[in-house]
């Protein structure tokens, strides 16, 4: 009796032992890929699976997105110019079976091969394509990775730059050229500010010659815009042109005055003055 209650009790032991070695979990966002004497039979499902202990083996492999950053690359581009290009890669296994059998380390591959990737696809542009063009060197990134990595079971979702580092000689010359565009640009837009306000000048002085009266309106607009302030100027307007000619015919009359001989200007001592300065005498 006690040899036969050993026995079962060790039976159900072993056969408790076996349950434990054959179960597996899989979880919802992993494939398990399953090996029966070193040969895959085929991929488990999320849930609960039973394999046969000791001969089947079960590897994990994650479907989930996984983010890779490419360290920092020295670069040379087409144009010569040395800048340190740092970029992140997204990719996921779509098939498990692949990913296991196919290559070694699939997460270390892709780094390796993504770097190569940078320096090359980076090293065709100039350096102002590389800044400005951004977006078409992460396609041509992710395309050309997943021409490679289709055949490990591998997807690349999304390649981008993630920092582009400048020399300082380059960052300087930049900056000047930055800053010689906008005086450009300023200069520009100053030269056509001056040419309509000319041209706006031009067009009020054509209406207020047509219109007398508008220059009388824009002398008192000026002097109520000088009042405004409560000062004690006292301006009176007067036509530019008309004071101008009279102080003309006034610096005129002065110099013929004295251009005349003194004997005509001033009488001698005792005689009486001269009958050409006498009012209503005939000089001739």
Same mark, same amino acid.
Do not use: C
């Given at each position: 009796?006690?040899?036969?209650? !050993?026995?079962?009790?060790?039976?159900?032991?072993?056969?408790?032992?076996?349950? +434990?070695?054959?179960?597996? *979990?899989?979880?919802?966002?992993?494939?398990?890929? +399953?090996?029966?004497?070193?040969?895959?039979?085929?991929?488990?499902?999320?849930?609960?699976?039973?394999? =046969?202990? @000791?001969?089947?083996?079960?590897?994990?492999?994650?479907?989930?997105?996984?983010?890779?950053? =490419?360290?920092?690359?020295? @670069?040379? /581009?087409?144009?010569?110019?040395? +800048?340190?290009?740092?970029?992140?890669?997204?990719?996921?296994?779509?098939?498990?079976?692949?990913?296991?059998?196919?290559?070694?380390?699939?997460?270390?591959?892709?780094? &390796? *091969?993504?770097?190569?990737?940078?320096?090359?696809?980076?090293?065709?542009? #100039?350096?102002? %394509?590389?800044?400005?063009? #951004?977006?078409?060197?992460?396609?041509?990134?992710?395309?050309?990775?997943?021409?490679?990595? +289709?055949?490990?079971?591998?997807?690349? #979702?999304?390649? %981008?730059?993630?920092? *582009?580092?400048?020399?300082?000689?380059?960052?300087?010359?930049?900056?000047?050229?930055?800053?010689?565009?906008?005086?450009?640009?300023?200069?520009?837009?100053?030269?056509?500010?001056?040419?309509?306000?000319?041209?706006?000048?031009?067009?009020? $002085?054509? !209406?207020?010659?047509?219109?007398?009266?508008?220059? &009388?309106?824009?002398?008192?607009?000026?002097?109520?815009?000088?009042?405004?302030?409560?000062? !004690?100027?006292?301006?009176?307007?007067?036509?530019?042109?008309?004071?101008?000619?009279?102080?003309? !015919?006034?610096?005129?009359?002065?110099?013929?005055?004295?251009?005349?001989?003194?004997? %005509?200007?001033?009488? /001698?001592?005792?005689?009486?003055?001269?009958?050409?300065?006498?009012?209503?005498?005939?000089? $001739?």
């Amino acid at each position: 009796m006690n040899t036969t209650t !050993t026995v079962l009790i060790v039976v159900a032991a072993i056969l408790l032992l076996g349950l +434990v070695l054959s179960v597996r *979990i899989v979880k919802q966002y992993e494939r398990g890929v +399953v090996f029966r004497l070193g040969r895959v039979v085929g991929a488990r499902d999320p849930g609960l699976r039973l394999l =046969i202990p @000791i001969i089947d083996v079960m590897r994990r492999v994650s479907l989930r997105i996984v983010t890779m950053p =490419i360290q920092s690359q020295g @670069i040379i /581009t087409r144009d010569n110019v040395s +800048v340190d290009v740092s970029a992140v890669a997204y990719f996921r296994v779509v098939d498990a079976i692949k990913s296991v059998v196919a290559i070694e380390n699939v997460h270390a591959a892709i780094n &390796q *091969i993504a770097q190569t990737t940078l320096r090359k696809v980076v090293g065709r542009h #100039t350096l102002d %394509e590389t800044l400005s063009e #951004t977006d078409k060197i992460n396609e041509d990134i992710r395309t050309i990775l997943d021409v490679t990595t +289709v055949e490990w079971g591998v997807e690349v #979702t999304l390649v %981008e730059l993630k920092d *582009i580092q400048l020399p300082e000689a380059m960052k300087r010359a930049m900056a000047k050229q930055a800053e010689a565009e906008r005086e450009k640009r300023a200069k520009i837009i100053n030269a056509e500010g001056e040419s309509l306000a000319a041209a706006a000048l031009g067009a009020a $002085s054509d !209406t207020m010659m047509d219109h007398p009266l508008a220059l &009388q309106l824009r002398n008192l607009q000026s002097l109520v815009e000088i009042g405004v302030d409560k000062n !004690t100027t006292v301006v009176f307007p007067a036509p530019l042109m008309s004071t101008i000619g009279e102080l003309g !015919t006034f610096l005129t009359r002065e110099a013929a005055a004295s251009r005349r001989p003194a004997a %005509e200007v001033a009488p /001698t001592n005792g005689s009486d003055p001269p009958a050409s300065l006498l009012p209503g005498v005939n000089r $001739s």
